[in-house]
């Protein structure tokens, strides 16, 4: 894999973006993030090793204009705590965004 | 980007679901510290490729910078529970462990069931009780004897027989008792067993046991050959020490 590139296990959390709960300063109220959706143009680099492909991906490299771009692909990723899946089961049937705070 | 080589997208998608496993345990690692769990609920990915048909199989070749004209391929994991998982999945019956690249056919076969849907010996039983003609379905010559003695060499091949001891016992007539595991299995095949190259008769037989009657008026030697055909796929031959 080319080293700009990172495995998707190490890939994919880093762009997630959770954060430790937020307490207001008596500690009366507690704010956490209950779930997110991220969706990002990746590049991606796929090298064939016998039978298996192994996945590299980084988020776009350079923020410049140059007269080849490189190649896009789009990165979705939905991720949910296990209090939120347990409390509202039925954002997941409607489609709902997951996204957004939850006291 | 270095070498770009053309890839399947069942190899692509199992790597795929792999590193997706890791990245939930790699979520599960870090939840620790926010006591909260996260799960991944649906991850997508779309992916810029050139699909290729050669060999009989479908490829995709990653597009490169400056190409035009590529192919969006949109794969789509999203979560399931194991209970959803076998309430989805069909029961398997206790043969259908064999898959199809453990039956010894040649590759164009192979493929030529793999486009009807055929993994698994399980499959292939299926189409046999639906009467499919396999032939025509596959346009070869393909047919369910020939097969089914491939598969039955599979499977024997993969649970041999294995002989643990030989005693010989004394009563009317000496009888040579062969004991062990995975012998006389097939209930439809009846033992063959050949005593120092004379054909010897077969008194009784089972998975565990074999046991053959050594020819009137012969005794045996200090080394004796005996050959035991189990089934058409399992022949042994043992040297019996008296």
């Known amino acids: 894999m080319d080293e700009a590139f990172r495995p998707l296990p190490e890939l994919l959390p880093e762009l997630l973006p959770l954060a430790e709960p937020i307490s207001t300063e008596d500690g009366t109220i507690r704010t956490v993030i209950t779930g997110c959706t991220v969706q990002t143009p990746v590049e991606l680099d796929l090298t064939v090793t016998g039978g298996s492909v192994v996945i590299g991906?980084?988020?776009?490299?350079?923020?410049?204009?140059?007269?080849?771009?490189?190649?896009?692909?789009?990165?979705?990723l939905v991720v949910?705590?296990?209090?939120a899946a347990e409390t509202s089961p039925a954002s997941s049937a409607s489609g709902a965004d997951p996204g957004g705070v939850a006291p | 980007m270095t070498?770009?080589?053309?890839?399947?997208?069942?190899?692509?998608?199992?790597?795929?679901?792999?590193?997706?496993?890791?990245?939930?345990?790699?979520?599960?690692?870090?939840?620790?510290?926010?006591?909260?769990?996260?799960?991944?609920?649906?991850?997508?990915?779309?992916?810029?490729?050139?699909?290729?048909?050669?060999?009989?199989?479908?490829?995709?070749?990653?597009?490169?910078?400056g190409e035009e004209g590529a192919s969006k391929l949109s794969i789509q994991l999203n979560s399931i529970t194991d209970q959803q998982v076998r309430a989805t999945t069909r029961l398997k019956s206790v043969e259908a462990g064999t898959s199809l690249d453990e039956v010894e056919v040649d590759a164009g076969t192979r493929q030529k069931l793999r486009r009807i849907g055929v993994n698994s010996v399980d499959d292939l039983q299926e189409l046999q009780a639906r009467n499919v003609d396999l032939g025509a379905a596959t346009d070869s010559d393909i047919d369910y004897g020939q097969l089914a003695r491939k598969i039955q060499k599979a499977r024997r091949g993969r649970s041999g027989p294995a002989i643990d001891a030989v005693s010989l016992t004394r009563e009317d007539e000496p009888v040579l008792l062969i004991e062990g595991s995975q012998l006389a299995i097939d209930p439809t095949f009846e033992?063959?067993?050949?005593?120092?190259?004379?054909?010897?008769?077969v008194l009784s037989h089972g998975p565990a046991h074999v046991s053959v009657a050594v020819p009137a008026g012969r005794s045996l030697a200090a080394e004796n050959e005996v050959v035991i055909t189990f089934d058409p796929y399992a022949v042994v031959r043992v040297n019996v020490r008296t």
């Open chain 1, 80 to 83: 949910e705590s296990s209090e």
């Open chain 2, 3 to 65: 070498d770009n080589r053309a890839w399947r997208l069942e190899d692509f998608v199992d790597s795929l679901v792999v590193e997706l496993d890791k990245t939930r345990q790699t979520l599960a690692v870090k939840a620790i510290n926010t006591q909260l769990s996260y799960s991944v609920k649906e991850v997508s990915l779309d992916v810029n490729a050139f699909p290729t048909y050669t060999d009989g199989s479908v490829r995709f070749t990653t597009a490169q910078p």
């Open chain 2, 191 to 201: 033992p063959v067993a050949v005593l120092n190259g004379e054909l010897a008769e």
């Open chain 1, 57 to 76: 991906g980084a988020p776009p490299i350079y923020h410049l204009e140059t007269s080849e771009t490189p190649v896009f692909h789009s990165l979705r």
